[in-house]
């Protein structure tokens, strides 16, 4: 058997990828907090919303989506939870499952739900591909009433259901289609032997709790309820509805109502329905991952108190606009979608749908058909106006501003005599809006007999439909006593026109009611003609003489850049009692002026302001261009108070000049707190010139303050990530990890082209040409860089690998020891030079480089299983042991400390510790392929062959490309034949050890075809000794040389020219 080392040889081409990578920052693995539960439900009552799941399929002729049925009787029953499906973020997208399997325990015994006991099938056939897929979106799921990121779900293994019950586990599939079909998706589980399945798509169909209704002319329009939830899952059974209703029924019109205020919709298709309804008739996808409503359709709005941040209003004065699409209520979802349809129909169908419509159709015909309407349909309209449905009453009085009959008029005005209300206001409105002129008279009427707070309310809706008639009438409440009637009338007037409209602002601007003098300024400021600026202007100077600004007045100052308001503004910041956000406000205002006078001010406030005015008039010196300010920043970076010092490097950095260089400069020598040399790190990032490369460059070494040190050299690291150069520096890294060189090559030169300071550009370089064999170019590349950075220890551990594949041992150490000495607290030189013994066979030297990575990162196991591998490889297996058993104190959960021990532990032939250890590595992760050959094997030396062989072989289709597998497959085989060679040769067993070779063979060579070459290892590991003297193994030998041979010719750089 061979074990899996980990790799100690550190490739070249391995090295890049940590290229831009911080140099000496401990890693540290994140945490992930448990799952919280849902709000905890019976068992009878999760069974009951199964069988209401199971009624509705069967209503829609569907098959069931629990088998075995589900009765009392039942030990158990699953049913799934927050189900999505997604697509990867990745440059080519895949789709992904997820959703939460609920196991129901009925029984009087507990019950596991194993993960290695659950199978899926999609589209009818088996799914392995299990797990979430790399680069998912950083997705949110709501798990009970807490929201959750899809990175932070924990998978267990195996969970445990106490009886009475219920107990849940995380299931996600992976290479999905990432297109808008949702397959059909079952999910298998075996619980205490019993075969349980639950149909994805059906449940969830069931779950959505949908009827259909259609209503209004024609039946035009269907309105689907969802009652239940809408997720990514069963959106597809409801866009298969909409397609079938538009196909068959010729339907165009639809409303998706969600009855219930805690309807939950998944937040992807929350987001998605109400931009998809508002791209109706354009055919434009919104989003690939989900369907497109057919084109022929003309209408979708949606309602529900989930959509309240949406609510427009749908009736009175401004109906909804085109791409109003969210509503709150129903009856303004059916209104908006027929609303079109109802202004074509004639007087006849209007009639006919308010008669016998629905609340929410009659709505619709009153007020989008009302104007169709005559008097003969009048008492039909007048008694609606006292329908029980308030809306109905609403629309009905919407719809008596189209009649010029006295009848008409009597309603609304005694409506209009009301208290005030909706209805009030609907009838007012309409009184307001009739197409007769006797609706206006009669509302003048009313209005002179209404008491003060209907009058406002009335001059409040006649002012937004404005005629001339009304202006008259409003300017006799400017003289009225009551303020609020008299603040109406003024804002009435301007929206409605005057021509004393200015004198009327400019007395009430001079009014001794502040109230009114308020409303006038507000109404000034506007204005934009230059009579109207100069009165509101005159009104902020003369107020700002005893009053503090507010911030209208402000806004108003920073609009006119008024310079005579800079003494007063200024006054006002000696008041020290002001409050924070005044004294701010009033200073972005002097900012906003942008006099030379204003330099002048601030100097005289800074000694006295809080730490924010002070970055505050900082950073305003610096936009004004003031010749104080390097002065004033000078001695503001080294204030005791870190956030004026930090605001002061921020605003440097904004500068971008030489004098900011230097104070920054001078500034990161003496900062020794973290916040305050960060900030200056940042200042230097964001100038990003050649001079502040050279200073964060220079401060990776100064000093005596570590983390200062390695702060610098994460600095170092933006200020490359944020080159206009590295795009290319990726695409280069991103070709050479394809192994397209060439290419690499090309990118990484017009990355040097636009910016030839980027390190980590030689770097790649360096690598490349090693990589080619083109050794005298890469070394070449090697001193371009550290001409540029001769402290890089990157460059230095790339120069060494050079020498190292020139067969230059001592000159390869030379250079890797240089990289440690610059930098000891980076792991990465160490593992280079371990890799480097490794090569040399210099075992103990290799030993004490993993070491010393131990005492720089203690919590990182890696070092120490590499160190346990070399040890075992050297057959000192004991300290391997050791080792091996320190890794699992710290950490009895790491599969491959198991796997490793167990390796030692059957060279030293002790079957049984061995096998305990594969055992459990296998617990623990039973996708291991070392954990699951391992305990193969040892079952094999167990004379267990009959056991081992059906166990391994249940794994070759999972592992059928992995390298490695196959051969401690061939290795199980080999040591079944070793089992039998001493037994007597009996038919059954010379046909037994006939077929283990010819399995042996053929596992072997698959090793061979998927990347298994250790020929050495093969020819004298002994679990293939009785393999060894058979020709085809001789052969196999042969090719595995000559394939060899001609990979090293090919390699040389003769070859390559």
Known sequence: MRSQNGSFLITTFFFTTFALSTQSVIAQSKTIKPNSPDQPISNQETQNQLMDIENRLQVLKKLPAHRPAVSKESEAFMVIKNSMKGVTSNQVLKGFFLTRLVLVNQSRQPLKLSRDQIHFKVDGQPHSKTGFPEHIPNKIVLVGKNKQSLNALKFEQEVKVLPGKQGSMWLALSDLPDGTHVPEIEIQATVNGKLLNLHVNRFELGNLQHTVSLMGPNQCLAKLTVSGALNSINLASLMNEVDLLTTQKNVRRFVIHFPNQNSFIEQSVFDWLPRAAQQIG????????????????????????????????????????????????????????????????????????????????????????????????????????????????????????????????????????????????????????????????????????????????????????????????????????????????????????????????????????????????????????????????????????????????????????????????????????????????ILKSLTAIGDQSVDVEFLKIYPQASAAEKLLILTSLQRLGSPHYFNLAQKAIQDSNLSIANGAASSLAASASGKSLAILKHALQKANESSRWNSIYSALVSLGTPEARQTIMQARYDGKIDEKKNDAHKALTRIYQRSPGNHYYQKGLQAQTRKNL????????????????????????????????????????????????????????????????????????????????????????????????????????????????????????????????????????????????????????????????????????????????????????????????????????????????????????????????????????????????????????????????????????????????????????????????????????????????????????????
Request: hydrophobic letters at 40%; proline letters at 5%; a neutral charge.
């Open 282 to 585: 354009m055919n434009s996808i919104v989003q690939s991952q989900f369907p497109l409503f057919p084109t022929m359709i003309s209408e979708l709005h949606l309602s529900g108190v989930v959509f309240k941040n949406h609510r427009p209003r749908y009736f009175g004065f401004g109906l909804r606009t085109h791409t109003t699409v969210t509503h709150t209520t129903e009856e303004a979802a059916i209104h908006a979608a027929l609303d079109s349809a109802m202004s074509v129909l004639s007087r006849e169908k209007i009639a006919e749908q308010i008669h016998t419509g629905s609340s929410a159709v009659k709505v619709a015909a009153l007020m989008s058909g009302g104007r169709q309407l005559t008097n003969e349909e009048l008492p039909l309209v007048l008694k609606l106006s006292s329908d029980h449905n308030q809306i109905v009453q609403e629309a009905a009085l919407y719809a008596l501003r189209y009649f010029g009959d006295p009848r008409a008029f009597e309603r609304l005005i005694q409506v209009a005599n009301s208290p005030p209300g909706t209805k009030f206001e609907m009838a007012v409105a309409s009184l307001a809006e009739s197409r007769f002129a006797e609706g206006q008279q009669r509302l003048l009427q009313l209005l002179k007999q209404q008491p003060p707070a209907a009058q406002k309310t009335i001059i409040g809706i006649i002012a937004q439909s404005p005629r001339p008639q009304w202006g008259n009438a409003i300017y006799e409440f400017l003289s009225s006593e009551n303020l609020e009637l008299r603040k109406a009338a003024i804002n009435a007037l301007v929206l409605n026109g005057h021509p004393q409209l200015y004198e009327v602002l400019t007395d009430a601007l001079n009014s001794s009611q502040s109230e009114l003098r308020k409303v006038a300024f507000q109404e000034l400021i506007k204005r934009n003609d230059s009579k109207s600026e100069t009165l509101a202007m005159n009104y902020v100077l003369s107020q700002l003489e005893h009053t503090v600004p507010s911030q209208q007045m402000l806004t108003f100052i920073n609009r006119l850049k008024d310079p005579r308001t800079i003494p007063l503004l200024a006054r006002h910041l000696k008041d020290l009692k002001l409050d924070p956000g005044t004294r701010t406000a």
């Open 742 to 1057: 060439k290419a690499a090559i090309e990118e990484y030169h017009t990355a040097i082209s636009i910016d030839e300071l980027l390190i980590p550009v030689y770097i790649g370089l360096v690598d490349v040409n090693n990589s080619l064999q083109k050794f005298e170019e890469a070394l070449k590349y090697a001193e371009q860089g550290l001409k540029i950075d001769k402290m890089n220890p990157r460059l230095y551990v790339a120069k060494g690998l050079v020498f190292s594949n020139q067969s230059n041992p001592t000159e390869a150490l030379k250079q890797f020891n240089k990289a440690i000495e610059l930098s000891p607290l980076d792991i990465f030189p160490y593992r280079v030079v371990a890799s480097h013994h490794v090569r040399l066979k210099q075992y103990q030297e290799a030993i004490a480089a993993y070491d010393a990575i131990i005492q720089i990162k203690p919590d990182d196991l890696q070092p120490y299983l590499f160190k346990a591998q070399i040890l075992s490889e050297i057959r000192n297996w004991d300290e391997a042991l050791k080792v091996y058993d320190q890794i699992i104190r710290k950490n009895d959960r790491y599969v491959s400390a198991y796997t490793g021990r167990g390796h030692t532990n059957l060279q030293k032939t002790d079957w049984k510790a061995a096998q305990q250890d594969f055992q459990k590595a296998y617990e623990l992760n039973k996708k291991s392929s070392q954990a699951i050959t391992g305990l193969a094997i040892c079952m094999v030396y167990n004379h267990e062959e009959d056991k081992a062989i059906p166990f391994v072989e249940g794994f070759l289709k999972q592992f059928e490309n992995d390298g490695l597998f196959s051969y401690n497959v061939a290795c199980v085989f080999g040591r079944a034949l070793i089992n039998l060679k001493d037994q007597t040769k009996t038919p059954d067993v010379e046909s037994k050890m006939k077929a283990y070779r010819e399995k042996a063979i053929f596992h072997l060579t698959n090793a061979s075809k998927t990347g298994f070459d250790d020929v050495e290892w093969m020819q004298k590991d002994p679990d293939l000794n009785e393999l060894h003297a058979l020709p085809s193994f001789k052969s196999l030998v042969q090719s595995l040389d000559k394939k060899r041979e001609i990979s090293n010719l090919k390699s040389t750089p003769d070859a390559k020219k």
